[in-house]
């Protein structure tokens, strides 16, 4: 793995990684609501919600300018379900 752009404290990286969680979880809902929209036929409202996604996938962009190559938003979320997982 290469090293981050950006050198930073563990701490601030712990917080930055729930703020990229967040806008990963955000754009993927919101994705989900435009196939909805567009499923229902409204173009309108599917326009609105992938214009949202796009916003919240630029932040996780911005944001993995912090993190090692191949330290990504979508890996955090799945370690996330998997510990919700009651086996």
Known sequence: MSKPKHRIDRVYLARLRAIRLHHWDAAMSDRRLERFAEDAGNI??????????????????????????????????NKRDESLIPW
Do not use: M
């Not at 796009?54 to 190559?69: A, K, S, Y």
């Open 44 to 77: 309108k409202a599917a326009i609105s919600f992938r214009a949202d996604a796009n916003l919240h996938l630029t932040f996780v962009q911005t944001l993995n300018e912090f993190f090692e190559i191949g330290d990504t938003a979508e890996n955090d979320a």
